[in-house]
């Protein structure tokens, strides 16, 4: 098993101001109810994300407050990933407790759905904070993690059409 590099606990505060911030929004033709079971699928990110190389849900169905799961990232890098909120069919919040590299200090993500007149609104949020070692590499690499993330948020509306045969 890969080294885990312990990160500190994220919260709603982090999520908020942190430094290395992507928010996209996304407006998907379908309604809270299926774009929520595409983000909760045992195949969530890995089928809509050439990022994403696997997923594994490390905690029992009915998912809640405290679920885990482990997320790797174009096969190498490993996130050890606790939802601290887990508002079903509307909001999910997640904490990194553990990477495979170090550098990072902090890493969490924010999933809000709103339900709208053509389906449903998507806004998802990436903070992340490294190391005083690694902020410098991290803000360099600002203009690829933005466009990673985006693909990360859009790829759920492709994700959606195709399970609906559009």
């Not at 996209?24 to 809270?32: G, K, L, M």
């Not at 045992?42 to 809509?48: E, F, I, K, Q």
């Not at 096969?75 to 606790?82: I, K, N, P, Q, Y």
Request: no cysteine; hydrophobic share 45%; charged share 25%.
């Amino acid at each position: 098993m890969a080294q885990r590099y312990a990160l500190a606990e994220s919260d709603d505060d982090f999520v908020a101001t942190a430094a290395r911030r992507y928010e996209h929004t996304v407006d998907i033709a379908a309604e809270p109810t299926a774009v929520w079971a595409a983000l909760t699928a045992d195949d969530a990110l890995v089928s809509w994300s050439a990022v994403i190389s696997g997923v594994e849900w490390t905690a029992p169905r009915p998912f809640g407050v405290g679920t885990t799961r482990t997320v790797t990232l174009g096969g190498a890098v490993r996130l050890d990933e606790r939802f601290y909120r887990w508002d079903e069919g509307k909001r999910m919040t997640f904490t990194v407790d553990a990477a495979s590299i170090p550098g990072l200090q902090r890493f969490a993500e924010d999933i809000v759905l709103e339900p709208h007149t053509e389906g449903t609104h998507l806004r998802w949020t990436f903070a992340l904070e490294g190391t005083s070692a690694m902020r410098p590499l991290l803000a360099l690499a600002g203009p690829a993690n933005r466009l990673v993330t985006s693909t990360i948020a859009n790829g759920t509306a492709r994700r959606i059409r195709t399970r609906k045969g559009n």
